[in-house]
């Protein structure tokens, strides 16, 4: 059966979590571009109706993702398949999404003024800094009123070829898949689950040596609680990317300690926090560039407490690893200051009880 879709523009990034099947996004062109994705979805306020939102991170130095000039449309057509009861594996049709948005996302962490390689279909002057990195949103209805009752769960999917030539931990050139299950049926998602909206994408820039820390920002619209874990990223349903030794799936960057070890040492992804978090070796000179993937789990609590499974998805993240300069330590100063030495900031204060004490700490960083 064939699913039409209209445009419906939103700021909202919500993931697929209803009832669906399996959304298969397909790209027919083939090129070392793509740096991450997300796949969100929202209820419309129509029972059945989605609004689904596929956010796309291309990496400058390969193709382009759209053809033609600043302001040309593009889209990319969504399949769909069943993912349970007698529905599943089933297509169910397709529909297509438009490009509402292109932004150039590549920062310099050491100057974030410089212009990256991109140029947003002509919609802007390229710079020279790399990495570049673009975000391309796509959006479009979906109606799932038609489905056979028996079609409750939904895996909504895309894939392409290929992951970008700058990846140097395994999966250069590899295949890309993402997905997102749905469940419509459930009587916890009633009238509908919003998928989480992601506030931070998925790419990231470090300095060798430097303890990081990088959070999805995943906010649930209908304040489900969300639990994460690091899981392979895929070159198709169910199959993993494969990963250069000593890297893996829980793994997949370069870092200081033991894997288990505490922050700042090992690496670690925080299951209620969702919170990445290790010190990046580079030794190379060389950026080093690798992929990891988290699964971002919907939870809801029945009437006896017990915790419910109404969503699952996945984010596809790319991260950089540069040789940076020295880090030099930020300047410290307090307003009042030391008064035995104006030059340094005051470290100790004294109070009367019930009364009030007021005083700026200012810290400026040379980098």
Not at 102 to 128: E, F, H, Q, R, W
Not at 249 to 270: E, V
Request: with cysteine.
């Amino acid at each position: 059966m064939k699913f039409s879709a209209k445009k419906y523009l939103t700021k909202k990034y919500l993931f697929l979590v209803c009832t669906l099947s399996l959304f298969t996004f397909n790209n027919n062109a083939l090129a070392d571009h793509v740096a991450g994705s997300d796949i969100t979805y929202s209820c419309t306020g129509v029972a059945g109706v989605y609004h689904i939102t596929y956010v796309f991170y291309r990496t400058c130095s390969g193709i382009p993702l759209c053809s033609g000039t600043c302001g040309s449309p593009c889209s990319l057509s969504v399949n769909l398949a069943g993912a349970d009861g007698t529905c599943t594996g089933s297509s169910l049709g397709s529909v297509t999404l438009s490009l509402t948005s292109l932004t150039d996302i590549g920062v310099n962490p050491l100057c974030p003024t410089a212009k990256s390689i991109c140029a947003g279909m002509g919609c802007y002057a390229a710079g020279t800094y790399t990495p570049g990195i673009e975000k391309y949103v796509f959006e479009g209805n979906v109606d799932l009123r038609s489905l056979p009752s028996s079609c409750c769960k939904v895996k909504v999917s895309w894939s392409t070829c290929c992951r970008s030539a700058e990846i140097n931990t395994g999966a250069t050139w590899a295949g890309y898949y993402v997905e997102a299950t749905i469940d419509r049926c459930a009587a916890a998602n009633s009238p509908c689950n919003n998928a989480p909206v992601f506030t931070n994408d998925p790419f990231a820039i470090m300095c060798g040596g430097q303890p990081y820390v990088f959070n999805n920002g995943a906010v649930d619209p209908d304040h489900d609680s969300l639990t994460y874990a690091f899981v392979p990223s895929l070159i198709a349903a169910g199959a993993s990317v494969p990963y250069t030794a000593p890297f893996s799936f829980d793994a997949p960057m370069p870092y200081y300690g033991t894997k288990t070890a505490p922050f700042p040492l090992g690496i670690h992804c925080d299951p209620l926090s969702g919170d990445i978090s290790f010190t990046p070796v580079n030794g190379s000179g060389i950026p080093l560039v690798g992929v990891m993937a988290v699964e971002i789990k919907q939870w809801r609590y029945d009437a006896n407490g017990n915790p419910i499974l109404v969503g699952v998805t996945r984010r596809d993240i790319q991260m950089w690893v540069l040789s940076c300069p020295p880090d030099n330590p930020p300047r410290i100063t307090t307003n009042p200051p030391d008064p035995t030495i104006p030059s340094q900031p005051k470290t100790s204060w004294s109070v009367c009880v019930g009364n009030t004490l007021c005083f700026d700490v200012i810290a400026k960083d040379t980098d």
